[in-house]
């Protein structure tokens, strides 16, 4: 590949460890990605609530080592009061970047809480706040798989930029098509904040097909025969994954994306490997 000017908006994301392990991992995988000088790392936030300590303490800890955190916040189980709360710790520890998501019910739970789409939480935020946090809304290219149609799904992400995001991270994808049309639809709406693909490292064949099919994102044809074929080879679809998730990379930088924002699993190995062959 050629060699290639860093972009401004390169991020990685994590999801808070549950064990004294999985936090030294994490530790460990944050210290290596740090090196590359990323705008942010942000930090997932379990339905209902179910990580807030966790993620709350991550954030600090990432804060506290001098790459920005970007943790996320989600309606789910929300209310006023606590999102209110949370803001203002975050403010006293100098984080200045928020991702707010609707997010998704978890089973059984009837009630969303206070704030039911994302455009509420963003429109809260900045009622609250003002302009001291950057706020990252998601996106869907493929479109979210619980929409009623493409033009709603649309709809309602035009409402979250009107409410005041700055930027946007997008659900993964492997086809880049969608993405430079969403890109084309936005334009055309008069959308001009940063919108940042999201992109997922290909390591474990079983998992990625269940990830893709809980968020919607779409895997096609010829690269789900081709990851079956390999079967529990797994030094193949590693290979395999890297080089097409490399080119697709590529491909985006080369056609405008301001960026790039890796679901990283709290792995570094994989994600180091894209970063080292796009030849920064």
Known sequence: MNKQNKADLFSFEFYPPKTDDGAKNLEKVHSELAQLNPDFFS??????????????????????????AAPHLSCVASTKENIR???????????????????????????AGEFRFANELVDFIRSETGDHFQIHVAAYPEVHPQAHSAVDDFAN??????AGADAVITQYFYNAEAYFYFMDKCEKHGIDIPIVPGIMPITNYSQLFRFSDMCGADIPRWMRKTLEGFGDDRDSIIAFGEEIVSNLCQQLLDNGAPGLHFYTMNQSKPTLAVWNNLNF
């Open 85 to 111: 709360d949370i803001l203002a710790n975050y403010r006293e520890h100098g984080v200045s970047k928020i991702v707010a998501l609707r997010g998704d019910l978890p089973s059984g739970m009837m009630s």
């Open 157 to 162: 992400f035009k409402r979250k930029v009107d």
């Open 43 to 68: 930090v997932t936030f379990g339905a209902g609530g179910s990580t807030r300590d966790k993620t709350y303490d991550t954030v600090i800890n990432i804060q506290k080592n001098g790459v920005a």
